[in-house]
T-cell receptor, first 111, second 112 residues
Framework: DQQVKQNSPSLSVQEGRISILNCDYT??????FLWYKKYPAEGPTFLIS?????DKNEDGRFTVFLNKSAKHLSLHIVPSQPGDSAVYFC??????????FGAGTTVTVRA | ETGVTQTPRHLVMGMTNKKSLKCEQH?????MYWYKQSAKKPLELMFV???????ENNSVPSRFSPECPNSSHLFLHLHTLQPEDSALYLC???????????FGPGTRLTVL
């Protein structure tokens, strides 16, 4: 039973514009959420996280928004750059140090 | 943050072979994980080790046998695998009191 879902398998965006990646979850016990970025032939790299006590966390061009009532989080990348082309995974934890992952969204930034 | 290495990066094996995957972390973390990633699917947690003790076996078939001799090293011993076991196997480590895990580059396994 997949508890974390990324319903958009791919996203194409023009360089300089905003990329918005979405993630939905079903487990109300999740209290910590992470985004990872993965290039081909590399492992996932931690990008940004948010605790359930917040609704927004920002780090440079990356901002994560959490809507607990809707069980939804999103990652905004602005402005998008060619180096942002990668697969992005949403992950969640229920405080047990185990992560549940979504299937990933492939982002392509067009020049 | 880098510091998790995996060898080999690529492995092709027959169904009757025995092979081992190795993971090493240079971050001083106490927890280590094995994941399986099949194409277009989420990462699947296989095993968790904390301070060398196995704390999670996520119903993994016995043809996969993990070993954690110390907090820096993690092995996955493979024996009589099936073609459907072909996947990317990822190792991760985690410092104490945080959920953030740090991944190695993975081993791309092909079972013929």
């Amino acid at each position: 039973d997949q508890q974390v879902k990324q319903n958009s398998p791919s996203l194409s965006v023009q360089e300089g514009r905003i990329s918005i990646l979405n993630c939905d979850y079903t487990n109300s016990m999740f209290d910590y959420f992470l985004w990872y970025k993965k290039y081909p032939a590399e492992g996932p790299t931690f990008l940004i996280s948010i605790s359930s006590i917040k609704d927004k966390n920002e780090d440079g061009r990356f901002t994560v928004f959490l809507n607990k009532s809707a069980k939804h989080l999103s990652l905004h990348i602005v402005p998008s750059q060619p180096g942002d082309s990668a697969v992005y995974f949403c992950a969640a934890s229920a405080g047990d140090y185990k992560l549940s992952f979504g299937a990933g969204t492939t982002v392509t930034v067009r020049a | 943050e880098t510091g998790v290495t995996q060898t080999p990066r690529h492995l092709v094996m027959g169904m009757t072979n025995k092979k081992s995957l190795k993971c090493e972390q240079h971050l001083g973390h106490n927890a280590m994980y094995w994941y399986k990633q099949s194409a277009k699917k989420p990462l699947e947690l296989m095993f968790v080790y904390n301070f060398k003790e196995q704390t999670e076996n996520n119903s993994v078939p016995s043809r996969f046998s993990p070993e954690c001799p110390n907090s820096s090293h993690l092995f996955l011993h493979l024996h009589t695998l099936q073609p459907e076991d072909s996947a990317l196997y990822l190792c991760a480590s985690r410092p104490g009191q945080t959920d953030t895990q740090y991944f190695g580059p993975g081993t791309r396994l092909t079972v013929l």
